[in-house]
C-alpha cells in the first residue's frame, strides 16, 4: 500500500507547550486509526496528531 499523504495544519509540541504550524506524513496505527507525524520547526521534538478514521 503505497501512502504518500500528507497533513498539513495544527500540531501541539508538548516540549514548547505550544500550538505550531507543521507539515507531516500521515501513518496509520496498528489500531487502525490516522496520525499525522511531524517535527516541530522550533525545538525539532515528534510530533503528532490523531485524525478521523479514514
Request: aromatic share 6%; charged share 30%; proline share 2%.
Amino acid at each position: 500500500m503505497a501512502n504518500d499523504e500528507t497533513y498539513a495544519g495544527e500540531f501541539y509540541c508538548v516540549k514548547c507547550k505550544e500550538k505550531r504550524t507543521a507539515e507531516g506524513k500521515v501513518v496509520v496505527s496498528e489500531n487502525g486509526r490516522r496520525m499525522a507525524k511531524a517535527k516541530c520547526p522550533v525545538c525539532g521534538t515528534n510530533l503528532n496528531r490523531i485524525l478521523g478514521k479514514a
